[in-house]
């Protein structure tokens, strides 16, 4: 099983407030994703990065935003939450480059913004 | 445009019995085809990977297949359990991305009732 982490589990807040959903790795990958999750639909690439003070926008645009200060620690801030943000937030870490690399992934947080 | 996509969108099985799910892609160029399992609340988890050269692969009672010509695959659970319930994913790397860019299908939601 895939050493990485997210907290919270789940998350209930009301709109306007800030959210940081945490992700940890300890398997020393050097690439993290953040995927968007909707019940029945596909998983959706939000962030990535490349290593250490790399970070990137996916294909869907997300009003979120994600920081790479440490190699295994990567979070996701949304500055003031709103209804269409609820959904289910995946994050995931890969060792390498290149489609070869196995991507593993955390349990998820489910957000519900109300 | 690169699609996957998956059929069908969820079954219903009995205990001992085999199911096949259906995964059909446009990715190109073509890197490799996984099927992640990825039960309720969890992230998904990696049961096979199949590249251009490979037809078919086995993991216990999973087997997929891959014909890269007609760009289908389909997984195979032989003797299903009850903790087999679970969405199915299939998902596509493209060989032109250093991003390891993945492509997912919607899933396929299998219960398997006692």
């Known amino acids: 099983e895939a050493d990485i982490y997210q907290t919270p589990r789940y998350l209930v807040i009301g709109t306007g407030k800030k959210i940081t959903l945490e992700c940890s790795q300890t398997m020393g990958h050097d690439k993290m994703y953040w995927y968007q999750q909707d019940p029945g639909m596909e998983l959706h690439l939000i962030h990535y990065?490349?290593?250490?003070?790399?970070?990137e926008k996916g294909d869907l645009s997300s009003e979120s935003t994600v920081s790479r200060i440490r190699t295994e620690h990567f979070p996701l801030t949304l500055e003031s939450a709103r209804p269409s943000h609820t959904s289910q937030y995946l994050c995931?870490?890969?060792?390498?480059?290149?489609?070869?690399?196995?991507?593993?992934f955390g349990p998820g947080t489910r957000l519900t913004v109300l | 445009k690169n699609q996957v996509e998956q059929s069908p969108q969820s079954l219903i099985i009995l205990e001992g019995k085999n199911c096949t799910l259906q995964?059909?892609?446009?990715?190109?160029?073509?890197?490799?085809l996984r099927w992640y399992k990825q039960d309720t609340g969890r992230g998904p988890v990696s049961l096979t990977i199949m590249t251009f050269s490979e037809n078919t692969k086995s993991n216990g009672r999973y087997t997929a297949t891959l014909d890269a010509d007609t760009k289908q695959s389909s997984l195979h659970i032989t003797a299903s359990q009850l903790s087999d319930s679970a969405s199915y994913i299939c998902?596509?790397?493209?060989?032109?991305?250093?991003?390891?860019?993945?492509?997912f299908g919607r899933g396929t939601q299998l219960t398997v009732w006692p």
């Open positions: 995931a870490s890969s060792e390498g480059t290149g489609p070869d690399n196995e991507q593993f």
């Open positions: 995964c059909n892609y446009t990715v190109s160029p073509f890197s490799n």
């Open positions: 990065s490349y290593g250490v003070n790399s970070t």
């Open positions: 998902v596509v790397s493209d060989r032109g991305s250093t991003l390891g860019r993945l492509y």
